[in-house]
């Protein structure tokens, strides 16, 4: 019953506050410091008065921050980052996370944090953990015809004929699809191409890759959900953009594309050194219990370069965390960025970074 069960965590986040370290006396006030919150908002949690019991992101803040002494060493308390923990701390985390999610109503069948090659490594949790455990399909774009024509094994009658082959976005969908089935190894994950969706493919968790050029069902969410970004197609490689606003707050954001001329053969030559990358996260609009994520692009490095934030070893944990602090409890949210291209290799983007963030919504005052 949800009534007591929030009591239940109420009661527990607020012995944690007074007898994990009875000697320090915490207040309140000193975990909304170290917490980056209101005082009000750990009262209501403590009280169990607020409506909505707090999000996966808090009470992991909760986990992580009482699964250590080193949390209150100094003058400054603080939450140590995942990387500073050490293999017992990360462990009693997990452990004091199960709980208070088990206690809000949300427990997982699953470890948050699974061990990696690397001994110093793990993954888990983040917004590519989906708690209810239910199907993900990840809906990608098909090749134009015009560009099939002429490459191997994209033909079905070819005995060698290669599916994958005719999908847009490989590089992102070979890396999403393997990402999302390590954070969730007992999860069905489908990839589906947008022209060849059967009726219930949508109603689950749903992934849409790739932009609005060659993706039906990418620019049919960005026209449905209430977001402030919107993605034009691309007629030419000069004219695809994302924009911000209306009217005289309407901002364009645009990939830098350099162009030159070869000395030798006088042909001109375009070389992209920067892209527009969008990463939205909201309620599925055909199903309202699952969610609906798109990644998109102007043009591919964009797409990849925003599957990369949230997959990349170096990256990926920054990025979570800065998620998980920026939209505390939100039903929607999204992250436009530049995805910086060096030598044609795409960089991760930062998202911790203001000079990689272009927009994010909601506004933070919001």
Same mark, same amino acid.
């Given at each position: 019953?949800?009534?007591?069960?929030?009591?239940?965590?109420? &009661?527990?986040?607020?012995?944690? %506050?007074?007898?994990?370290?009875?000697?320090?006396? &915490?207040? #309140?006030? $000193?975990?909304?410091?170290?917490?980056?919150?209101?005082?009000?908002?750990?009262?209501?949690?403590?009280?169990?008065?607020?409506? =909505?019991?707090?999000?996966?992101?808090?009470?992991?803040?909760?986990?992580?921050?009482? *699964?250590? !002494? %080193?949390?209150?060493?100094?003058?400054? @308390?603080?939450?140590?980052?995942?990387?500073?923990?050490?293999?017992?701390?990360?462990? *009693?985390?997990?452990?004091?996370?199960?709980? &208070?999610?088990? /206690?809000?109503?949300?427990?997982?069948?699953?470890?948050?944090?699974?061990?990696?090659?690397?001994?110093?490594?793990?993954?888990?949790?983040?917004?590519?953990?989906?708690?209810? #455990?239910?199907?993900?399909?990840?809906?990608?774009?098909?090749?134009?015809? $015009?560009? /099939? #024509?002429?490459?191997?094994?994209? $033909?079905?009658?070819?005995?060698?004929?290669?599916? +994958?082959?005719?999908?847009?976005?490989?590089?992102?969908?070979?890396?999403?699809?393997?990402?999302?089935?390590?954070?969730?190894?007992?999860?069905?994950?489908?990839?589906?191409?947008?022209?060849?969706?059967?009726?219930?493919?949508?109603?689950? @968790?749903?992934?849409?890759?790739?932009?609005?050029?060659?993706?039906?069902?990418?620019?049919?969410? /960005?026209?449905?959900?209430?977001?402030?970004?919107? #993605? +034009?197609?691309?007629?030419?490689?000069?004219?695809?953009?994302?924009?911000?606003?209306? !009217?005289?707050?309407?901002?364009?954001?645009?990939?830098?594309?350099?162009?030159?001329?070869?000395?030798?053969?006088?042909?001109?030559?375009?070389?992209?050194?920067?892209?527009?990358?969008?990463?939205?996260?909201?309620?599925?609009?055909?199903?309202? /219990?699952?969610?609906?994520?798109?990644?998109?692009? =102007?043009?591919?490095? !964009?797409?990849? !370069?925003?599957?990369?934030? &949230?997959?990349?070893?170096?990256?990926?944990?920054?990025?979570?965390?800065?998620?998980?602090?920026?939209?505390?409890? *939100?039903?929607?949210?999204? =992250?436009?960025?530049?995805?910086?291209?060096?030598?044609?290799?795409?960089?991760?983007?930062?998202?911790?970074?203001?000079?990689?963030?272009?927009?994010?919504?909601?506004?933070?005052?919001?």
């Amino acid at each position: 019953m949800p009534e007591r069960s929030g009591a239940t965590l109420a &009661l527990r986040l607020r012995t944690l %506050r007074e007898n994990q370290w009875p000697d320090l006396k &915490l207040t #309140q006030r $000193d975990l909304a410091t170290a917490f980056d919150a209101s005082v009000p908002l750990i009262s209501s949690w403590e009280s169990g008065r607020k409506p =909505v019991a707090p999000p996966e992101s808090r009470l992991r803040a909760y986990a992580t921050f009482f *699964a250590t !002494g %080193r949390s209150v060493q100094g003058d400054t @308390h603080r939450i140590l980052d995942d990387t500073e923990l050490t293999a017992e701390e990360s462990s *009693a985390r997990d452990e004091l996370l199960q709980e &208070l999610l088990a /206690l809000r109503g949300g427990s997982v069948t699953k470890p948050l944090r699974i061990p990696l090659a690397r001994s110093d490594d793990t993954i888990g949790g983040g917004p590519w953990f989906f708690e209810d #455990q239910r199907p993900v399909t990840i809906v990608c774009a098909r090749l134009p015809q $015009d560009l /099939l #024509q002429g490459m191997p094994y994209t $033909d079905p009658n070819d005995p060698d004929y290669v599916r +994958s082959y005719t999908y847009a976005d490989l590089d992102s969908l070979i890396e999403l699809h393997g990402h999302i089935r390590a954070v969730n190894p007992a999860v069905e994950v489908r990839i589906r191409p947008a022209d060849d969706l059967a009726d219930d493919d949508l109603s689950g @968790h749903t992934v849409l890759l790739g932009g609005v050029d060659w993706n039906p069902v990418t620019r049919d969410i /960005l026209r449905r959900a209430d977001l402030p970004v919107r #993605q +034009s197609e691309r007629p030419t490689d000069d004219e695809g953009l994302f924009e911000v606003g209306e !009217g005289e707050t309407r901002q364009e954001f645009r990939p830098l594309v350099d162009e030159f001329e070869d000395p030798v053969t006088k042909k001109r030559t375009s070389t992209l050194r920067e892209d527009i990358g969008l990463f939205y996260r909201g309620r599925n609009p055909y199903n309202k /219990l699952r969610t609906i994520t798109v990644c998109s692009g =102007v043009f591919g490095r !964009g797409t990849y !370069g925003v599957v990369r934030a &949230l997959t990349d070893t170096r990256f990926r944990d920054r990025n979570e965390r800065h998620l998980a602090e920026r939209f505390a409890g *939100a039903d929607a949210y999204s =992250v436009l960025a530049r995805v910086l291209i060096v030598n044609t290799t795409t960089q991760t983007p930062d998202w911790t970074s203001a000079a990689i963030r272009l927009h994010e919504w909601p506004e933070q005052d919001a």
